[in-house]
């Protein structure tokens, strides 16, 4: 049978309109909160059911005193661990004690939603504004006054990866880390500077990470870590802490400042002459060092605005696969983040309107660090407490703390969003993301992947793969290679499909096989704005 007749399936504008994405058969939602870090294999933090709810106001009124009896037994505790490691668990407890105080002497666990007003325009700056303004001709004077540093605490075990995601394969047998090492490493050679990479680790990544660091010792690039720190997680009937130490969580990536500073890293980088901290995810491909935001933050006029700008978050513009993420508010006269979680229910679907909230935050923060170490001296880092219920295989409820690193915008005296390109937005959060960063809708260049000029719009293809491709192993087994996306605009697979060698995918094509079949695309096919559906293999004679 040619190729051509196994290709009489019906053109897309004959079809009625796909169902919603819930109502595809085997598609399955990647769900994410603030910190979707996970535990090892074997902690109890990997067993914990995904689900997570609000805290009641009821709860969070009970505000129990923690007994002193509880330093006992933790100390008891730590006669198992190492000196090191009891010493880094008697600091993070000390710090979740101000966190739980904290958490219960609020007098609501949601914003007050009359009290939230939009943020007035010259808060949020246009990129094209910053992009406008000449670049110094030595643009090393600008670098060597950054630090990169990268949020590395989490695991790939949403994607079936064992290990840290840092150390994930992404592109050309590149992990996250690799890009990221590739990128400074390409600012020092082409401009004669000096930025350091700084990784803030978790418990989880910090051995395999220095294990893979040792190929780096010889690279142009100054490379520091520092530990992300863990807290207790908080029983929901008593709302007292769970002491042992094997099920501590991550303390969200809040902590990276005091953490920064507890490590001596702040004070090293101010007597280098450095100013400014670049923090973004490790899994944001497209959070890369932009030289006009540097340059705006270390060139702007202290006298036009006050003073200079002392926190910048990169927000950029709402999709509807984006509601659920953090965005900018004044609240009180301040610049403020309000995250979903922070929202009263009866006002979530006001919070998810893509015309009301028009930005979300992308984790991409510029921060003078001299402002951090004198906030973090005075203990005047406030940031939002998130509060997730979440269910140990023992069927214990417990409460889990975290902070996020933007809502500590609220601390700074000048805080300022900028509305940046999506391209600045490149997380690979599920195999949906993986292809499109596999694929050759990228080029790879100093480390950065960069969109193909040969593309003809600039936009991202939405790309939907069902619960068959979650793992990254599933991925490979059902590409023979990765298909030609220049020009894709939507693609949705439920179901049992594999794909040859060789597919091209253009404009919108759907592809759904039913429960109990299975859909093989030929090698070499091309599909453009199709529907396929059913049942449809070829084999080889």
């Not at 995904?50 to 330093?71: D, F, N, T, V």
């Not at 979530?348 to 909230?357: G, P, Q, W, Y």
């Amino acid at each position: 049978m040619s190729e051509e007749s196994l290709f009489k399936n019906t053109p897309l504008s004959d079809w009625p309109l796909p169902p919603q994405k819930e109502e595809i058969p085997g598609l399955k939602e990647e769900k994410t909160s603030l910190d979707t870090t996970r535990g090892e294999k074997n902690t109890v933090l990997d067993m914990i059911s995904p689900a997570r709810e609000p805290i009641s106001q009821r709860q969070a009124q009970a505000r129990p005193e923690l007994p002193g009896s509880l330093e006992t037994e933790l100390e008891q505790l730590l006669e198992s661990e190492t000196l090191e490691q009891a010493q880094a668990l008697r600091r993070d407890w000390q710090d979740f004690k101000q966190l739980h105080k904290l958490f219960f002497q609020r007098e609501t666990l949601s914003v007050q939603w009359d009290r939230i007003f939009k943020p007035p325009q010259e808060a949020i700056q246009a990129y094209e504004t910053l992009q406008a303004r000449a670049l110094p001709e030595d643009v090393s004077s600008l670098l060597n006054k950054l630090v990169v540093v990268k949020l590395n605490g989490g695991l790939g075990t949403s994607m079936g990866v064992q290990g840290p995601k840092g150390l994930m394969e992404v592109r050309d047998d590149n992990t996250f880390l690799d890009l990221t090492i590739q990128q400074i490493a390409h600012l020092n050679k082409t401009h004669s500077c000096d930025v350091p990479l700084v990784l803030m680790n978790s418990s989880l990544t910090e051995e395999d990470t220095q294990r893979s660091l040792q190929r780096y010792s010889h690279c142009p690039v100054k490379i520091h870590t520092f530990l992300q720190s863990r807290y207790p997680l908080v029983r929901k009937d008593t709302m007292l802490p769970l002491l042992h130490p094997a099920g501590w969580a991550l303390s969200g990536h809040g902590d990276v400042y005091a953490s920064l500073c507890r490590s001596g890293l702040a004070e090293l980088f101010t007597a280098q002459g450095k100013e400014i901290l670049f923090i973004s995810n490790i899994d944001n491909l497209g959070a890369t060092v932009d030289l006009h935001i540097l340059n705006h933050l270390l060139q702007e006029e202290s006298s036009a605005t006050g003073g200079r700008c002392d926190f910048l978050m990169e927000v950029t513009d709402r999709t509807r696969a984006d509601v659920k993420g953090g965005t900018l508010i004044e609240l009180d006269g301040k610049l403020q983040l309000l995250e979903i979680a922070q929202v009263p229910r009866e006002h979530t679907d006001e919070f998810m309107s893509v015309s009301e909230f028009k930005i979300f935050n992308t984790n991409n923060l510029w921060v003078s660090l001299e402002c951090v170490r004198r906030l973090d001296r005075q203990q005047a880092l406030h940031m939002e407490i998130i509060a997730s219920s979440q269910t140990l295989p023992s069927g214990q409820e417990v409460i889990r703390l975290e902070t996020a690193a933007g809502s500590a915008i609220g601390s700074f005296a000048r805080p300022r969003g900028v509305n940046v390109p999506r391209s600045r937005f490149l997380p690979v959060k599920t195999t949906s993301d993986l292809l499109l960063v596999k694929s050759n809708l990228y080029e790879l260049r100093g480390g950065a992947l960069e969109m193909s000029e040969r593309r003809e719009f600039k936009t991202v293809p939405l790309v939907k793969l069902g619960a068959p491709f979650t793992k990254v192993q599933d991925l490979r087994t059902r590409f023979e290679n990765i298909p030609d996306l220049l020009d894709l605009d939507h693609l949705t697979v439920s179901g049992d499909v594999t794909f040859g060698k060789d597919v091209v995918l253009k404009g919108t094509v759907i592809i759904i096989s039913n429960h109990g079949s299975s859909i093989a695309i030929p090698s070499g096919s091309i599909l453009e704005n199709r529907v396929v559906s059913g049942n449809l293999s070829v084999l080889d004679h």
